[in-house]
C-alpha cells in the first residue's frame, strides 16, 4: 500500500507539471488566436535619445531625497511627460522631515476608454551612499546611479514620446490608460552593509502611492497591470526571474524579449530571486505585477554605478521589449504584428510563446511552495499513518496464524 501511495503521489505532480506546461503558454497568448487582418507596428524607441536623457540628469548628481540634483531630476521628468502630451500628477510625501514627491504621467484615449490602467513604473532617486563599495573609504559618498535609478528612469523618459504618438495612433484601437510612474524615496534603506539614510527604509514612494491608490484610480481594480523596471542598463545585462512577481506576465516580457531578438538579456534559465522592490506594495493590494531586474549589476551600490558601466545598447534593447510589452497590453493583441527594425525579428501573439518547463516549474514553486509543503506534510503523515496500520494488522495476522499452528499439532504420547 505504501508503494501505491507514493506512486499516485509522483503520477499527480507529474500532472500538474504537464498541466503547468500548456496552460501558462496559453495564458502568455491572452487566449486569444491571431485573426485574419494584422495590424503591423514598428518599434520606435531611440537608443540615442534615452541615453542623452541618462547624460543629462546624472549632471544633476548627488541626486537623493532633498537634495536640489533631484529636484532638477524631477523638473527634467515632467517637462518629458508635458512635451509628449501627457498629464502631470505629483503625490507629495515627506520621509523624516524630507520633502519627496512621486510623479505620475497619464495618457487617456481620445474616445472608447475601458477605464482599465497600465502602469511602467521606475524609481528616481539616487542611493545616499555607495555602501557596498568595494573600497571602505568610499561608502559614504554619493553613488552616481547611472543604472541603478537612471536606466530605468531614462526608458521611461523616451516610453513619453511613443506613447504620444501611440495615443494619436487612431488606428490601434487603444482603450486602456497609460500611466509612466517615477517613484522617489525608493533606494534608501540599510542594505545591511551600511546604513542608508539614517531612519529609512526602502520603497517609501511607491508604498505610498499604493497606500493611497484608491485616491487616484478610485477603485484598485482598474489597475490591470504593473510593470517595474530598475537596474536594467548594465553591461552584460542577464534580467532576473523574480519570484514574487506574477509569473505568467514575467513569462509573458521574456517571452516578447527573446522573440524580439533579445534573448542574450532574457535568458530561459535566468538566476531566480526575491526581491524587495517598488512592486511589492502593489502586489500586496493584489495588482498584478512584474519586476523586470538585473540584481547581479556588479556595480550595484558602489561608485562605480557610472556612465562607463552601462550601454546604450542595451538601454535600448530593455526599452524596445518595454514598448512592445506596452504596446501589447493596451490593444487587441491577436491582430497585432510587433516588428524591431534593429533585430528584423517580429512577434505575434500566435507566433512567439515562451514555453520553458524550468522557468514555469521554478516560478510555480515560486508561487505556490507553501501549499505544496503542506501537501507534501500531509502525504507524509497519511503515509506514516497508514504504514503503521499495515504494519498492525499484519502483525496481527502473524500471531493470530500462529495461535492457529500450537492449536492443531497433534498431542504428544510420548511415543517415538
Not at 520633502?99 to 477605464?115: F, L, R
Request: charged share 15%.
Amino acid at each position: 500500500m505504501r508503494h501505491g501511495l507514493t506512486t499516485r503521489c509522483f503520477a499527480a505532480i507529474l500532472l500538474v507539471s504537464m498541466i503547468i506546461d500548456v496552460v501558462l503558454p496559453i495564458q502568455r497568448a491572452n487566449g486569444i488566436q491571431a485573426s485574419q487582418s494584422t495590424t503591423r507596428y514598428t518599434l520606435q524607441f531611440s537608443s540615442n535619445n534615452s541615453w542623452n536623457f541618462l547624460e543629462t540628469i546624472m549632471k544633476y548628481n548627488p541626486r537623493f531625497p532633498g537634495t536640489v540634483g533631484i529636484n532638477e531630476t524631477a523638473a527634467c521628468i515632467e517637462s518629458a511627460l508635458v512635451d509628449n502630451g501627457g498629464t502631470v500628477i505629483e503625490e507629495p510625501f515627506t520621509v523624516n522631515g524630507v520633502h519627496c514627491k512621486n510623479i505620475i504621467g497619464e495618457w487617456k484615449p481620445a474616445v472608447d476608454d475601458s477605464g482599465q490602467i497600465v502602469i511602467l513604473a521606475s524609481h528616481y532617486d539616487a542611493r545616499a551612499r555607495a555602501s557596498q563599495d568595494p573600497d571602505p573609504s568610499k561608502r559614504n559618498d554619493t553613488m552616481p546611479a547611472a543604472d541603478d535609478g537612471g536606466s530605468s528612469t531614462v526608458i521611461l523618459m523616451e516610453l513619453a514620446r511613443i506613447l504620444n504618438n501611440l495615443y494619436n495612433n487612431t488606428t490601434l484601437g487603444i482603450r486602456r490608460e497609460t500611466w509612466l510612474v517615477f517613484f522617489d524615496a525608493e533606494d534608501q534603506g540599510n542594505d545591511g552593509n551600511g546604513d542608508g539614510m539614517a531612519r529609512w527604509d526602502w520603497c517609501q514612494g511607491s508604498s505610498t502611492m499604493a497606500t493611497n491608490i484608491v485616491a487616484f484610480t478610485g477603485n484598485t481594480s482598474r489597475v490591470v497591470l504593473f510593470t517595474l523596471l530598475d537596474m536594467v542598463g548594465g553591461i552584460g545585462l542577464q534580467v532576473n526571474h523574480e519570484m514574487f512577481s506574477n509569473q505568467s506576465l514575467l513569462a509573458s516580457f521574456f517571452a516578447m524579449g527573446q522573440c524580439l531578438g533579445y534573448g542574450q538579456y532574457f535568458s530561459s534559465s535566468a538566476k531566480s530571486y526575491y526581491i524587495e522592490d517598488d512592486h511589492g506594495p502593489f502586489i500586496d493590494i493584489n495588482i498584478p505585477s512584474i519586476d523586470i531586474i538585473d540584481l547581479d549589476y556588479p556595480q550595484w551600490h558602489t561608485t562605480s554605478d557610472d556612465l562607463v558601466h552601462v550601454s546604450a545598447s542595451v538601454i535600448g534593447s530593455v526599452g524596445r521589449v518595454s514598448e512592445a510589452f506596452l504596446l501589447s497590453n493596451l490593444v487587441d493583441s491577436s491582430s497585432l504584428a510587433i516588428t524591431d527594425s534593429d533585430t528584423g525579428k517580429t512577434w505575434t501573439a500566435s507566433g512567439c510563446t515562451f514555453n520553458n518547463s524550468w522557468f514555469d516549474f521554478t516560478g510555480f514553486l515560486g508561487q505556490y511552495w507553501p501549499y505544496l509543503l503542506l501537501v507534501g506534510l500531509v502525504i507524509i503523515v497519511v503515509t506514516i499513518i497508514l504504514h503503521e496500520r499495515l504494519r498492525k494488522s499484519q502483525s496481527g495476522q502473524t500471531r493470530h496464524k500462529l495461535a492457529r499452528a500450537s492449536t492443531s499439532q497433534p498431542p504428544n504420547t510420548g511415543r517415538e
